[in-house]
């Protein structure tokens, strides 16, 4: 099952007379299960294909599915429905609520889609022990140290089970050691739930983990190979 399928995707972007071509034309199918790493030069236009996959942005030309729904010609409140039960985010600077709770922080996209209280109770639980912070719950984001909250960003991208995760630079901004802790649990979470990674990176360290890895070079993919055979 295809978790997204992107079909000739272009975004330019216009800044008065300027046009960057940041896709050119990215045709990517991504499975259930997979763990991929999304490489290239900066500017290449990593951030740009996962900002059309994770709907926060739509395609110049080009088509979008999300679990095989075109999501292309959707409107912004059907994009914003089918973003919240489809797909988790992690980014680079962690993106926490800095005046919630761990707890809180992870609580918040179980209250945004209405779970009963008894439920999130449990998921946030659940998804705190997961992180290895299930005594972390009551601290602030500035409580916590650069990779904890970290994982409490991928607590928070999986409380409600989307099936696809999208994380662009998630240990860019951590050091050797709690990079590795964020980049287990993600791939524990791959091996035992089976949700979908997509990442961006260009730590060696972390496309090392990666069961695919795609390159991006200049807004096209030039290469794209599975199972750590490059
Ligand atoms: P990467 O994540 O691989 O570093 P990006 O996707 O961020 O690359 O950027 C690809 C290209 O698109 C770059 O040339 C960048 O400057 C340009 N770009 C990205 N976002 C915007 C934007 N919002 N407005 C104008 N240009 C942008
Ligand atoms: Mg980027």
Redesign the pocket.
Known sequence: MEVTKINQAT?V???GEIE?K??RGVDLSVTDGEFTALV????????????LIGLLDQPTSGSVFINGQDATNLNRNQRADLRKSAIGFVFQFFALIPTLTAYENVEMPLLLNNTKPADRKKRVNEMLEAVGLADRGHHRPDQLSGGQQQRVAVARALATNPKLILA?EPTANLDSENGKQVMDIMQRLNKETGVTFVF?THDPRVIGYANRVVT?ED?LITKDSKNGKH
């Open positions: 975004r972007f216009k800044i960057t940041a896709l290239g030069p900066s500017g290449s236009g990593k951030t740009t294909l996962l900002q662009d961006a991006l807004g």
